[in-house]
């Protein structure tokens, strides 16, 4: 095993985030007295979860393994009640534990379903994808999707650790290496900008996962977000920074039908909110301009379709910023300086979207 990171996160249930190679044997030493432990998976990680099943049961607790459907399908509530049943079959109490392995779909179902069962048993997400490491296994939201839009059900849940083993990455496809890094960028625009300098300089190594760079990046982003939910674990505040570019982001998700990557709607949303924000008079036209240099360098999305704005502009208006009939954006007055644009008139907005648009 090389060296392990532990970035602590703190609030009313502190705990750590391990990034590292080779660190797969912790999720029984997280979950100290567990008798079962169930797996929620999707068939890509089934190998890996087989693993980590025969590693628990040799620390003698007894593993349930539930595959789930892949990616947004799994967020589904007919899913999440399946695994209720399957707890219930097996017996699961409240010293009892789930362990989600996958992406940030599976440990969001997995964190909503170990937040509902019983009221609440202990969760630990295993991060596979480099979006799950840097943002949906970190912070403690987990959820699922309804018919009006993405994670409109859910519960703030913190887990007992999180498992960021970097050699899971190798086998992540280059697509969702990419979207996880516009994950990794928005942590740039809203607190750490050394993160866009490191992509600037060299965007093929931040998308190697087994080079230094994306490691720096990981854990970089890893602390903005751990130093951001440590201090407002239900977004009654400061949280909503991490929202950036999402109000478009999660509209497109939705015109698309979850079949666009969750990060491909985040880069085209980062450089709509910052269009916003030039438009709007917040934000200088250089450090606007810096968001479609740093998404393209990934080889991300920049734009989405014309025709698609009433639908995306009637679905922002339930995202979960809003208050009543007033939209909010996260929007930065400068770079490391994000704000609140409240309730911009629908002539900007659609201005903003002309200018992504194609
Ligand atoms: N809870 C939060 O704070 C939070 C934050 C950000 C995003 N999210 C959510 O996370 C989801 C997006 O996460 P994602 O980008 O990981 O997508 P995903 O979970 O859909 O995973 C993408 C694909 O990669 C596969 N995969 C994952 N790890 C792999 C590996 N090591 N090798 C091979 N294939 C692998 C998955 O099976 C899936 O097919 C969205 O639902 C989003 O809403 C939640
Ligand atoms: O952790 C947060 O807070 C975030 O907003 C992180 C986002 O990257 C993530 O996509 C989150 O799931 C969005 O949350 P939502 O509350 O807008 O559904
Ligand atoms: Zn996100």
Same mark, same amino acid.
């Given at each position: 095993?090389?060296?392990?990171?532990?970035?602590?996160?703190?609030?009313?249930?502190?705990?750590?985030?391990?990034?590292?190679?080779?660190?797969?044997?912790?999720?029984?030493?997280?979950?100290?007295?567990?008798?079962?432990?169930?797996?929620?998976?999707?068939?890509?990680?089934?190998?890996? *979860?087989?693993?980590?099943?025969?590693?628990?049961?040799?620390? !003698?607790?007894?593993?349930?393994? &539930?595959?789930?459907?892949?990616?947004?399908?799994?967020?589904?509530?007919?899913?999440?009640?399946? @695994?209720?049943?399957?707890?219930?079959?097996?017996?699961?109490?409240?010293?009892?534990?789930?362990?989600?392995?996958? !992406?940030? /779909?599976?440990?969001d179902?997995?964190?909503f379903?170990?937040? @509902?069962?019983? =009221?609440?048993?202990?969760?630990?997400?295993?991060?596979?994808?480099?979006?799950?490491?840097?943002?949906?296994?970190?912070?403690?939201k987990t959820g699922i999707?309804?018919?009006?839009?993405?994670n409109?059900v859910g519960?703030?849940?913190?887990?007992?650790?999180?498992? @960021?083993?970097? /050699?899971?990455?190798?086998?992540?496809?280059?697509?969702?290496?990419?979207?996880?890094?516009?994950?990794?960028? +928005? @942590?740039?625009?809203?607190?750490?900008?050394?993160?866009?300098?490191?992509?600037? =300089?060299?965007?093929?190594?931040?998308?190697?996962?087994?080079?230094?760079?994306?490691?720096?990046?990981?854990?970089?982003?890893?602390?903005? +977000?751990?130093?951001?939910?440590?201090?407002?674990?239900?977004?009654?505040?400061?949280?909503?920074?991490?929202?950036? !570019?999402? *109000?478009?982001?999660?509209? &497109?998700?939705?015109?698309?039908?979850?079949?666009?990557?969750?990060?491909?709607?985040?880069?085209?949303?980062?450089?709509?909110? /910052?269009?916003?924000?030039?438009?709007?008079?917040?934000?200088?036209?250089? *450090?606007?301009?810096?968001?479609?240099?740093?998404?393209?360098?990934?080889?991300?999305?920049?734009?989405? =379709?014309?025709?698609?704005?009433?639908?995306?502009?009637?679905?922002?208006?339930?995202?979960?910023?809003?208050?009543?009939?007033?939209?909010?954006?996260?929007?930065?007055?400068?770079?490391?300086?994000?704000?609140?644009?409240?309730?911009?008139?629908?002539?900007?907005?659609?201005?903003?979207?002309?200018?992504?648009?194609?």
């Amino acid at each position: 095993m090389d060296e392990v990171t532990r970035i602590p996160v703190g609030g009313e249930r502190p705990y750590e985030v391990l990034v590292g190679r080779d660190l797969l044997d912790p999720p029984p030493r997280l979950l100290p007295g567990a008798e079962r432990v169930a797996f929620l998976h999707a068939p890509p990680l089934k190998a890996l *979860t087989e693993g980590l099943a025969e590693r628990v049961r040799a620390a !003698g607790v007894s593993p349930l393994l &539930i595959e789930v459907p892949d990616a947004e399908s799994g967020k589904h509530v007919d899913v999440a009640a399946a @695994c209720w049943d399957r707890l219930g079959e097996a017996g699961f109490t409240r010293t009892d534990a789930v362990v989600g392995v996958g !992406g940030g /779909a599976v440990t969001d179902l997995a964190g909503f379903v170990a937040a @509902c069962w019983l =009221r609440g048993v202990r969760w630990v997400p295993v991060a596979t994808s480099l979006l799950g490491m840097v943002d949906a296994a970190v912070g403690g939201k987990t959820g699922i999707n309804t018919a009006a839009g993405k994670n409109l059900v859910g519960a703030f849940h913190p887990p007992a650790g999180v498992i @960021c083993d970097l /050699a899971t990455l190798d086998s992540l496809p280059p697509a969702d290496l990419a979207a996880g890094m516009a994950e990794v960028v +928005k @942590c740039g625009f809203i607190a750490d900008p050394v993160i866009l300098d490191l992509v600037e =300089r060299d965007p093929t190594a931040a998308l190697d996962p087994t080079g230094p760079v994306a490691r720096e990046l990981i854990e970089r982003a890893v602390r903005v +977000k751990a130093d951001v939910v440590s201090g407002d674990l239900r977004e009654s505040g400061v949280r909503e920074v991490l929202n950036y !570019g999402h *109000t478009l982001a999660h509209a &497109i998700e939705k015109v698309e039908g979850y079949r666009w990557r969750h990060g491909h709607a985040v880069a085209v949303g980062l450089i709509y909110a /910052a269009t916003l924000a030039r438009l709007a008079g917040r934000l200088d036209a250089a *450090t606007a301009e810096r968001h479609r240099a740093v998404v393209g360098a990934l080889g991300l999305p920049t734009g989405y =379709r014309a025709d698609a704005w009433p639908e995306l502009l009637a679905t922002m208006r339930v995202d979960k910023k809003a208050r009543g009939n007033t939209l909010r954006f996260v929007v930065l007055d400068g770079l490391a300086r994000p704000a609140i644009l409240e309730g911009p008139p629908d002539e900007l907005l659609q201005e903003a979207y002309r200018e992504i648009s194609s």
